[in-house]
C-alpha cells in the first residue's frame, strides 16, 4: 500500500507520495491513513462541476484533480474576473475545499499558474514573463521528458522560451513546443465541456433560500414566463427542460422533464415539473434550501402557432399532449403505448405495443396501421389478448394431428366442445432460425363457452416431441 | 287540514329528495313538488332536469331498462369476472362498450377521441396483454387506442384520474385484478365523481374480483357463453364452427335487476350487441344458475359467499 495523496499537513511533515504506508506511519505512528476511493473523488469532482456551472455553462473535467471553466463573456456578471476568482475561491472555502486558481487566455497558462504560480489573474501579454520562472512541470509534459529536460540542464519554462526551437523539436519532440505554444497562448487549444450547452436559460438567484416544493414551483413558473418570449422569438418550443437547483451547501440537482409536443406555456412548463417533483420526492433533499434556480431548454423544436376557430370543437391534440407529458413526468417515458401493427406472420410480431414518445406519432402511426395489407388482417380469427409468452398446457388429442379433447391449463381441467383448426403458422427462419418448429394454431371453445387459442409446436414423427401451449384467450 | 298538506308536502320533498340522489326521474312527482319545494336543497337546472344522465343506447330492450336507458356515458360502470380464465370475456364485453363509444363519437361527427387501456401489470400478465390485430378484429378502432401498463394500482388509479380530468378520450377503461385495498369504496367514489365531472364513461373492469360495495352506477358481472355457429350463405349454419363471441351478462347491481341474466351475442362486423337464446345444452351443462336458489355456504375458511338477492344491504368489504 502506497499513499497517492497528501494534505498539507502531511507534506509538511515530510512525506512522499509514492512511500509505503509501512514506512509512513514508522516515520510518525499517529499518522491517518485513509483508503483511496477513485469513484468518490470522481463524483465530488463532478458535484464540484455542477456547482461550478454556477459562473458559466462549458466547464471541463481536468484529469482528476482539476477543472477547467471557460469563463468567456461571463465574468462581468459577477463584477469583472478578479471578484468572480475571489468569490469562487471564498465559496470554495466555505464549502471545506482547498482549490487553487488562476484566470488566463490560455487554458494551459491557467493550469500552470494555478499548480505552480502565485499570480491570479494573468494579462495576455503577461504570459511570457509568468511562466519564465516556473518549473518543467507546469507545461503538462510526461514524467520521463521532463527528467531528460533536467538532464542537461532545461529546467525553467524560461530557458526553452527564448531557445531556438529547430532543435528542441529535433530532440525532445514536438509535444514539448506544442504545450509550449498552448502555454503561450500561440497554439488554441479546444475544451470539451463536461455537459452540452443549452441554447436558452433563465436564472434566479435568491437572497434567502427556499425550501418548499410549491416555492420552487412558483419560481420555475417565474423563469417559464421569462424563457417564453425568447422561445416565441425563434419559433420554437421547448421539448426539454431541465431544472437545476443550487443548494446552499454546494450540491446541485438536475431535473428534467421531457414533453410530447413543444411547449412554451409557463403554466405547463410548471406543471411538468410539480410531477417530477412528486416522483423525485425522496431524492431531492432541500436541506437548508436553494439558492439559485435555473430552467435551461437543452432541446427545443419547431412550434407552430395555432389560432382556435369559431366552430367551438376543442383541439384534440392538446388535451392529449398534456396528458401524456403529465404521465410520462410522473412515471417515466415507458408508461403509455401505441399499438402498432407489422408484416409478420407470427402472432406476438405482428401486433406490437410501442412506447408513446411523440402526440405526433399518433397521425403516423395511422398511416402504418393502413399500409399493412388487409389481407393479413382479415386472414383470420386473432385473440383480444394474448399472453406475452406462450404457457405450456397439458393436451389430450383424440387423433395426433388433431384438436385437443381437453387440456390442462393452470391446474383446471377444461372439456373442449368444439374446435376449429389447425391453422398451420411457419416460423420466420430469418428470425427464429431453421430448426425452429411450426405451429398449428386452434380456436378452441370449452363446455362452459370459454374460448382461447392453443398451438401445438412442432409435429408427431418430426424431431422432437410435440408440445401444447396457450397463447390467447377470445371475448 | 292545513297539517294534513304540510306533511303530504315533506313527504313528497323527501321523496323528491330520494329521486335526486337516486338519479331516477319519478314521474310527475318532481314537477309537482318543484313549484311548492319549500326545503333548501340544490336544484338542477331546468335543461338538465329534462335531458337527464348522458347514455349510449345499446340497442336491446331488456339491457337498456336494466341499464336505464343505456351505457352511462359520465361515469363509472363496473365490469366484473369472477375467475382469471373469464378475463377474456370480460375484456371483451369491456372492449365492445369501447367500440360502441368511439362509433357514438364519429357518428356524432366529433374528431376520433382515443380510447384509454389502463391495465395494472399483473392483470395484464396473468390474463394477457390486450393484442392489437384481434381487438382490430373486434371492432375497436385501434388507431385511437393507447395503452397504459402501471406497475402498482396506486398508479393505474393516479392515470385515470388524470385521463379523467383532461377532456381527451372517449372512454377510459381500467382493468385491475381482485379487489386491492386501494381500491375501495372512497376511491372509487373519488373515481365515479371525477368521471361524472369530466363527462368521460370509465369502465372499471375487475378481473376475478368478489363483489363489493363500489360507486360505479352498475355492476355487471360477465361470464363467456357457448357461441352459436357460423351463418352460411344459404341461411343453414356451419356444423361444429365457433360464430360471435357471446356473453352471459348478469346486473350485480342495478335498480332493475334481472336475475337470470341476459345472452348477447357481439357482432364485430355490425357493431352492435344481438340478444340471442341460451343454448338447452349450455344451460343444461351449468350448474351453477345465476342466483335463482340459494346455495350452500362456502367453506369454513373463507368468508360466506353472497346471501340470496334482497337481503343484502351492503356488501363486507372484499379489498
Known amino acids: 500500500m502506497r499513499l497517492v495523496a497528501l494534505d498539507g499537513l502531511a507534506e509538511k511533515s515530510g512525506f512522499q507520495l509514492g512511500q509505503g504506508v509501512a514506512e509512513a506511519r514508522a516515520m510518525?505512528?499517529?499518522?491517518?491513513?485513509?483508503?483511496?476511493?477513485?469513484?468518490?473523488?470522481?463524483?465530488?469532482?463532478?458535484?464540484?462541476?455542477?456547482?461550478?456551472?454556477?459562473?458559466?455553462?462549458?466547464?471541463?473535467?481536468?484529469?482528476?484533480?482539476?477543472?477547467?471553466?471557460?469563463?468567456?463573456?461571463?465574468?462581468?456578471?459577477?463584477?469583472?474576473?478578479k471578484s468572480l476568482l475571489d468569490d469562487l475561491l471564498a465559496r470554495l472555502f466555505h464549502l471545506g475545499i482547498e482549490a487553487r486558481a488562476a484566470i488566463s487566455s490560455s487554458a494551459g497558462l491557467s493550469w500552470a499558474v494555478a499548480r505552480f504560480g502565485a499570480q491570479s489573474v494573468i494579462a495576455p501579454e503577461e504570459a511570457a514573463r509568468v511562466l519564465s520562472p516556473l518549473p518543467m512541470a507546469a507545461l503538462r509534459l510526461p514524467a520521463d521528458m521532463i527528467e531528460t529536460l533536467g538532464r542537461v540542464g532545461l529546467k525553467q519554462v524560461g530557458d526553452i522560451i527564448e531557445a531556438p526551437r529547430a532543435p528542441l523539436a529535433r530532440r525532445f519532440g514536438s509535444m514539448l513546443l506544442l504545450r509550449l505554444d498552448q502555454a503561450m497562448g500561440l497554439e488554441d487549444e479546444p475544451l470539451s465541456p463536461r455537459l452540452p450547452v443549452a441554447s436558452l436559460s433563465a436564472e434566479r438567484r435568491l437572497s434567502e433560500p427556499v425550501q418548499g416544493e410549491d416555492d420552487i414551483l412558483g419560481l420555475t413558473q417565474d423563469l417559464a414566463a421569462r424563457l417564453k418570449p425568447e422561445l416565441e422569438k425563434r419559433g420554437e418550443g421547448g421539448r426539454l427542460f431541465e431544472l437545476l437547483l443550487f443548494r446552499v451547501d454546494g450540491r446541485v440537482f438536475r431535473i428534467a422533464a421531457g414533453t410530447s409536443s413543444p411547449l412554451i406555456e409557463p403554466g405547463r412548463i410548471a406543471g411538468l415539473f410539480r410531477e417530477r417533483l412528486q416522483a423525485v420526492h425522496d431524492d431531492l433533499d432541500a436541506g437548508f434550501g436553494f439558492e439559485i434556480l435555473r430552467l435551461s431548454v437543452p432541446r427545443s423544436e419547431k412550434y407552430e402557432v395555432m389560432q382556435e376557430d369559431f366552430s367551438g370543437t376543442p383541439d384534440r391534440e392538446r388535451p392529449l399532449a398534456a396528458f401524456a407529458d403529465r404521465v410520462m413526468a410522473r412515471l417515466g417515458a415507458e408508461s403509455l403505448?401505441?399499438?402498432?401493427?407489422?408484416?409478420?406472420?407470427?402472432?406476438?410480431?405482428?401486433?406490437?405495443?410501442?412506447?408513446?414518445a411523440d402526440v405526433g406519432m399518433l397521425k403516423t402511426l395511422e398511416a402504418a396501421v393502413c399500409a399493412v395489407p388487409a389481407a393479413l388482417l382479415a386472414a383470420s380469427v386473432r385473440p383480444q389478448r394474448l399472453f406475452q409468452s406462450p404457457e405450456p398446457v397439458e393436451a389430450v388429442a383424440e387423433v395426433p394431428e388433431g384438436p385437443p379433447r381437453s387440456f390442462r391449463w393452470r391446474r383446471s381441467l377444461h372439456r373442449i366442445a368444439r374446435a376449429e383448426g389447425p391453422e398451420r403458422i411457419a416460423p420466420e427462419w430469418w428470425v427464429d432460425g431453421e430448426t425452429a418448429a411450426e405451429r398449428d394454431y386452434f380456436r378452441v371453445e370449452d363446455e362452459r363457452g370459454r374460448r382461447f387459442w392453443l398451438f401445438r409446436e412442432g409435429h408427431y414423427g418430426g424431431p422432437t416431441q410435440p408440445r401444447w401451449f396457450m397463447h390467447g384467450v377470445f371475448a | 287540514m292545513a297539517e294534513n298538506a304540510v306533511q303530504r308536502e315533506t313527504v313528497l320533498s323527501l321523496r323528491e329528495t330520494i329521486a335526486r340522489i337516486e338519479n331516477r326521474r319519478l314521474a310527475g312527482v318532481v314537477k309537482t313538488v318543484k313549484a311548492a319545494d319549500p326545503a333548501g336543497f340544490r336544484r338542477r337546472q331546468e335543461g338538465n332536469q329534462a335531458s337527464g344522465r348522458k347514455v349510449l343506447p345499446l340497442g336491446i330492450p331488456e339491457l337498456d331498462a336494466i341499464l336505464e336507458g343505456g351505457l352511462p356515458l359520465e361515469g363509472m360502470t363496473e365490469i366484473r369476472s369472477s375467475?382469471?380464465?373469464?378475463?377474456?370475456?370480460?375484456?371483451?364485453?369491456?372492449?365492445?362498450?369501447?367500440?360502441?363509444?368511439?362509433?357514438?363519437?364519429q357518428q356524432k361527427g366529433d374528431a376520433a377521441a382515443p380510447v384509454l387501456w389502463i391495465s395494472q401489470s399483473l392483470a395484464s400478465t396473468e390474463a394477457g396483454l390486450p393484442y392489437g390485430l384481434g381487438l382490430k378484429a373486434y371492432g375497436l378502432d385501434i388507431r385511437s387506442l393507447i395503452l397504459s401498463l402501471p406497475r402498482t394500482v396506486k398508479d393505474a388509479l393516479w392515470i385515470a384520474e388524470t385521463a379523467l380530468s383532461v377532456s381527451a378520450f372517449c372512454a377510459v377503461i381500467l382493468e385491475i385484478r381482485g379487489n386491492p385495498a386501494s381500491l375501495a369504496l372512497s376511491e372509487s367514489r373519488r373515481l365515479h365523481v371525477r368521471a361524472r365531472a369530466g363527462r368521460i364513461p370509465l369502465l372499471l373492469l375487475r378481473q376475478s374480483g368478489h363483489e363489493e360495495a363500489s360507486s360505479a352506477f352498475f355492476r355487471l358481472h360477465i361470464e363467456p357463453a357457448p357461441a352459436r355457429e357460423r351463418p352460411l350463405p344459404d341461411g343453414s349454419m356451419l356444423c361444429g364452427s365457433i360464430g360471435h363471441p357471446v356473453f352471459h351478462v348478469i346486473a350485480e347491481k342495478s335498480r332493475s335487476p334481472?336475475?337470470?341474466?341476459?345472452?348477447?351475442?357481439?357482432?364485430?362486423?355490425?357493431?352492435?350487441?344481438?340478444?340471442?337464446?341460451?343454448?338447452?345444452?349450455?344451460?343444461?351443462?351449468?350448474?351453477e344458475p345465476a342466483h335463482s336458489v340459494a346455495r350452500l355456504s362456502a367453506s369454513s375458511s373463507r368468508p360466506g359467499g353472497a346471501d340470496t338477492m334482497g337481503h343484502l344491504l351492503a356488501f363486507p368489504r372484499a379489498s
Open chain 1, 337 to 356: 403505448f401505441l399499438p402498432v401493427l407489422s408484416e409478420s406472420h407470427m402472432p406476438e410480431r405482428a401486433a406490437v405495443f410501442q412506447p408513446l
Open chain 1, 28 to 81: 510518525c505512528p499517529e499518522v491517518d491513513v485513509l483508503p483511496s476511493d477513485r469513484a468518490a473523488d470522481r463524483a465530488l469532482l463532478e458535484g464540484l462541476a455542477d456547482w461550478c456551472s454556477r459562473y458559466t455553462p462549458l466547464v471541463a473535467l481536468d484529469g482528476e484533480t482539476g477543472l477547467y471553466l471557460d469563463i468567456t463573456g461571463c465574468a462581468h456578471l459577477l463584477g469583472g474576473e
Open chain 2, 83 to 105: 375467475q382469471t380464465r373469464d378475463a377474456g370475456a370480460a375484456a371483451g364485453f369491456a372492449t365492445a362498450l369501447g367500440a360502441l363509444c368511439q362509433q357514438a363519437r
Open chain 2, 258 to 287: 334481472a336475475p337470470v341474466g341476459l345472452f348477447l351475442e357481439w357482432n364485430p362486423h355490425d357493431r352492435r350487441f344481438y340478444p340471442v337464446e341460451p343454448l338447452p345444452a349450455a344451460a343444461a351443462a351449468d350448474p
